[in-house]
């Protein structure tokens, strides 16, 4: 079965930090770009981050900057999300993605998407 797993969401207070594991089963992420997006209840989902497949080039939207960090382990079949300083506007449903390529720091649609994760912040 082909699918992505996210995992790693929680409750965090301000300033805290979380680290989501995007970890897929069936194929081999290292052939994809993979993408973070993020849905806040009552708003569109948005792009949040991607890394390609080729030169491994990451990219951020402006939000988060700085803060998070998108990242491959591709002994794991794994891409993470370390996600620091966190702040309340972060508080969403993250999911991962992987496609041909990113447009900038949005993924392109593609087949395989996770569930998601619930991510809180929140004291």
């Known amino acids: 079965q082909l699918q992505l797993v996210e995992s790693g969401g929680g409750l965090v207070q301000p300033g805290g930090s979380l680290r989501l594991s995007c970890a897929a089963s069936?194929?081999?992420?290292?052939?994809?770009?993979i993408g973070w997006f993020r849905q806040a209840p009552g708003k569109e989902r948005e792009g949040v981050s991607c890394i390609s497949s080729s030169d491994g080039s990451t990219y951020y939207t402006d939000s988060v900057k700085g803060r998070f960090t998108i990242s491959r382990d591709n002994a794991k079949n794994t891409v993470y999300l370390q996600m620091n300083s966190l702040k309340p506007e972060d508080t969403a449903v993250y999911y991962c993605g992987a496609s041909d390529y990113c447009s900038g720091y949005v993924l392109i649609p593609g087949d395989y998407w996770g569930q998601g994760t619930q991510v809180t912040v929140s004291s």
């Open positions: 069936g194929f081999t992420l290292s052939y994809y770009a």
